[in-house]
């Protein structure tokens, strides 16, 4: 890992736009192209980060998968069982800036080491310029599967002298408790950038406030690129709707999501002039947005009210987002290109993520977020749709005022985290 490098870690790779339009945004923020450790390198160069023309926002290194390795997994299972190091399994996984040297300091080897400060496992750490990891994962804190490796990953750069950031995060407050493994973890970063005041509220509970930054996703300042309009697209009139497996797999009652879409289109259908655009926003084989989206476009296609969007890069998506007369969305993202596009936005949540960030744009989250576990009745999507109907043009007008400032906090991440980098 070079000197004058700044790693950007936990990219689960841009078949999820949503972690392309991080990836996509904070490359735009800073001076020098990031090195992006990469879940999935084919899916970066499909989309925003390889240009068709080959300009690179970054540098893309793929992360080593275990499943391709088979015998590695073993030996390293095994090393793990002897030496308890459950690091090693993280150094192997980011083995492109583990496997060459993390920090240079000169030509003078160990005595360029000699002054400077030292890690809490006893390595030199260097002063200017030096590598700096940044954790890019969003809300990957509120899911358990990924925590522990969070965790390992965060310790074993501060092993190797490595200052690390956790960017753009959301938070479940009660996973925030005072002398927890996770407020622990948390106070090892040396910089966190929350991206709500929900999350940011929690952390200051547990980690010292010189450490913490309020800070909007992102994203929030991501270019579109407005490609043309399908036949059933009508720019301004259209509702956006987008649906996803994760935001059904969290419903209280099996089956209620799509019943409450369904309802929904129809309710829509029969009672304005508008249409509708199926807009996905992530395409993973494991958790496709499309799939739901197909079934809602079947359901209704002989209307000819209904149009299905197709995949593009999350700079596309955002373009048919922002020609959206009103947006209802169940993916972070898909709702923040609304938002960012100044179009009334209904969010589907199902955790802080989306109540924090419409808390911080409006001063209230109630009536711009339904949670999906609340959705009890068929009907439920339909009273909520009709709210923000009844206040389009106010929410609209909301949004074009607070957005220009949102958008220029949101600038200041790149700052900071070259601010760290740089000290």
């Not at 002989?302 to 700079?315: N, P």
């Not at 169940?330 to 100044?342: Q, V």
Request: aromatic share 8%.
């Amino acid at each position: 890992m070079p000197e004058k490098r700044i790693v950007l870690y936990m990219h689960a790779g841009s078949g999820n736009h949503g972690c392309e339009a991080i990836v996509n945004s904070l490359c735009h923020m800073l001076k020098e192209k990031p090195l992006v450790i990469t879940n999935s390198e084919r899916e970066d160069r499909k989309y925003s980060l390889v240009s068709p023309g080959g300009d690179v926002l970054c540098e893309l290194a793929e992360e080593r998968h275990f499943s391709e390795h088979k015998l590695a997994h073993i030996m390293y299972y095994g090393w793990r069982k002897l030496t308890k190091d459950g690091e090693s399994f993280l150094r192997y996984r980011y083995g492109a800036v583990f496997d060459r040297p993390l920090l240079k300091y000169g030509g003078n080897g160990k005595k360029a080491c000699e002054d400077l400060p030292v890690s809490r496992t006893g390595e030199k750490r260097h002063t200017g310029r030096h590598p700096l990891a940044v954790s890019i994962g969003g809300d990957n804190y509120c899911y358990d599967i990924m925590v522990r490796d969070l965790m390992l990953a965060n310790r074993a750069f501060h092993d190797r002298g490595v200052r690390t950031v956790l960017l753009g995060c959301s938070i479940e407050p009660d996973l925030l408790t005072a002398g927890g493994a996770m407020a622990e973890d948390m106070n090892l970063y040396d910089l966190i950038i929350a991206r709500e005041s929900i999350t940011y509220g929690a952390l200051k509970k547990v980690v010292p406030e010189g450490k913490l930054r309020l800070l909007p996703d992102p994203a929030f300042t991501l270019g579109k690129k407005e490609l043309p309009l399908p036949v059933g697209f009508a720019e301004g009139n259209t509702v956006g709707l987008n649906i996803s497996p994760m935001v059904q797999g969290n419903e209280a009652r099996e089956g209620i999501t799509m019943s409450n879409y369904k309802a929904l289109a129809e309710h829509i259908i029969r009672t304005t002039d508008m249409q509708i655009a199926l807009i996905p926003h992530v395409v993973w084989e494991r958790n496709d947005d499309r799939k739901p989206l197909r079934e809602l476009y079947e359901a209704f296609r002989d209307s000819g009210r209904v149009v299905l969007i197709e995949d593009g890069s999350c700079e596309e998506l955002k373009g048919y987002i922002a020609r959206c007369r009103m947006f209802i969305g169940a993916r972070t993202h898909a709702t923040i290109a609304a938002y960012s596009s100044n179009v009334p936005t209904l969010a589907v949540g199902y955790s802080v993520k989306a109540r924090g960030i419409a808390r911080d744009l409006f001063g209230d989250y109630e009536n711009y977020v339904i949670p999906v576990q609340q959705l009890q009745e068929k009907e439920d999507l339909i009273g909520a749709f009709e709210w923000l109907k009844d206040y389009e043009e106010e929410i609209r007008q909301d949004l074009r005022r607070v957005m220009p400032e949102y958008k220029k906090n949101a600038m200041r991440i790149g700052k900071e985290v070259e601010k760290l980098w740089e000290e």
